[in-house]
């Protein structure tokens, strides 16, 4: 999850990054100095998170908006009145003053409304439709005889098996076959 | 050459591969090199880049003439097949031996192994009977500047691009092997045989993988340089 500091001043934006590092050394920081790139950089990087200065977070950008507030959370880099904002679609703001523990406390606030990181996500476990191209796999079967069993396409097929490998680890179909075995998804006959 | 031991003692098999035995006494490295017959500049090359894994100096190698390279990658061959394969064979039957309820698991481990094992059999004997004796022939006639009638024939059909497309691609089992010991075996109370076994596949994978990148990056290119020059040049053919 990316977080996205735009802001034209190169000691600010270092600044708030370091602070952040120091709460979360692994946390991604992305940083914008040119506010002509920045609706293009929110696409790209999608952040959950984006600290700006009002050269950024301004009527005119959040006007033009297509993705919605909610996704992102914006919060202002203030060095005087909150008004200079799109005031109305930030999520909360700092102070060109504010402490290290008012960052933290922001961070807090937002990261636990969406986890900061994937590796909750059982990203490596096979689908059940993945377990049953493993099986067919191990029984010695070609792609596209798969592909016919499961009326499946045989592109489909070999779009499994990329992730089957990814996932694994295992390149090779006597690879497969072991797992398969040692996990009992197949009996040795 | 002693220091170079006590600097760095996983070099060992790779220099008793050049055929030099331990009981080195005062000697240099280039008296040793000597006493071996051994050229001792290619064999500060590759101890240096097997030292040093980000160190490949592929300019210096190619300066070498084939056999040097032939002959080592002969040698590692022989190491391979006559030392570390039966090394790990032993280290899964003692595994297979001690486990009670996991046998099954390891007996299928084995057999993958004894895949891999066959694969890579076959890839040496093809390299050993086709591939280096061609190189060495190619050698021979871009030296002498001579060209036998056979050669000449054999050329227009072969070339080694084709041995490099269908080489590689036998490590797949290597990998797929370390990673169902490393994520999938049930857990047991042979970790510190698995854990040999283990370390084993990793040394064998990173010395093949230095093995293939001399044949990858040394060997072919001054090959296929030869091919080129053999092909197009006007060397003398010789009516054998």
Same mark, same amino acid.
């Given at each position: 999850m990316v977080i996205l500091i735009a802001e034209k001043s190169d000691i600010i934006r270092t600044g708030i990054r370091y602070i952040l590092h120091e709460q979360d050394k692994n946390q991604i920081v992305k940083e914008i100095e040119n506010p002509d790139k920045f609706k293009?950089?929110?696409?790209?990087?999608?952040?959950?998170?984006?600290?700006?200065?009002?050269? *950024? %977070?301004? +009527? @005119?950008?959040?006007?033009?908006?297509?993705?919605?507030?909610d996704k992102i959370k914006y919060i202002g880099i203030c060095m005087g009145a909150v008004s200079q904002?799109?005031?109305? *679609? %930030?999520? +909360? @703001?700092?102070?060109?003053?504010?402490?290290k523990a008012d960052i933290f406390r922001i961070l807090q606030k937002f990261s636990t409304a969406q986890p900061r990181h994937d590796f909750g996500k059982k990203d490596h476990e096979l689908t059940t439709r993945e377990i049953e191209v493993v099986c067919e796999i191990a029984k010695g079967l070609t792609n596209k005889e798969i592909a016919d069993k499961l009326f499946l396409s045989t592109h489909t097929i070999v779009t499994h098996r990329k992730n089957i490998t990814r996932k694994l680890g295992i390149k090779t179909a006597s690879g497969l076959t072991v797992y398969a075995i040692i996990n009992n998804l197949i009996e040795i006959n | 050459m002693a220091d170079v031991i006590h600097m760095d003692f996983t070099l060992l098999p790779t220099i008793s591969r050049f055929g030099i035995s331990l009981g080195y006494g005062e000697k240099t490295v280039e008296e040793i090199c000597q006493k071996y017959s051994v050229n001792v500049d290619f064999f500060l090359e590759v101890i240096n880049s097997f030292h040093d894994k980000n160190y490949f100096p592929e300019k210096k190698f190619r300066a070498f003439s084939l056999k040097y390279i032939i002959d080592y990658l002969k040698s590692a061959h022989?190491?391979?097949?006559?030392?570390?394969?039966?090394?790990?064979?032993?280290?899964?039957?003692?595994?297979?031996?001690?486990?009670?309820?996991?046998k099954q698991t390891f007996l299928l481990l084995k057999n993958f192994f004894q895949e891999y094992v066959n694969e890579l059999k076959l890839h040496v004997k093809r390299e050993e009977e086709e591939v280096y004796p061609y190189i060495i022939n190619l050698e021979k006639s871009f030296l002498e500047k001579k060209i036998t009638k056979k050669l000449q024939e054999k050329l227009q059909v072969y070339t080694i691009g084709q041995?490099?497309?269908?080489?590689?691609?036998?490590?797949?089992?290597?990998?797929?092997?370390?990673?169902?010991?490393?994520?999938?075996?049930?857990?047991?109370?042979?970790?510190?045989?698995?854990n040999n076994i283990l370390s084993e596949l990793f040394k064998l994978e990173e010395d093949i993988k230095e093995h293939s990148e001399m044949e990858e990056r040394v060997m072919i290119p001054q090959v296929k340089a030869m091919e080129k020059a053999l092909k197009n040049g006007k060397f003398e053919v010789e009516e054998i």
């Open positions: 293009r950089t929110i696409e790209k990087e999608k952040p959950f998170l984006v600290f700006g200065s009002s050269d *950024f %977070l301004n +009527d @005119s950008y959040f006007l033009g908006l297509k993705i919605s507030k904002f799109g005031a109305n *679609f %930030l999520s +909360d @703001s700092i102070q060109i003053h504010s402490t | 022989k190491f391979y097949l006559e030392y570390k394969v039966p090394k790990i064979e032993r280290l899964i039957e003692k595994l297979i031996e001690v486990s009670d309820l996991e041995y490099q497309k269908e080489h590689g691609n036998i490590e797949e089992k290597l990998f797929d092997l370390k990673n169902i010991l490393i994520k999938y075996v049930p857990m047991q109370k042979n970790n510190n045989l698995c």
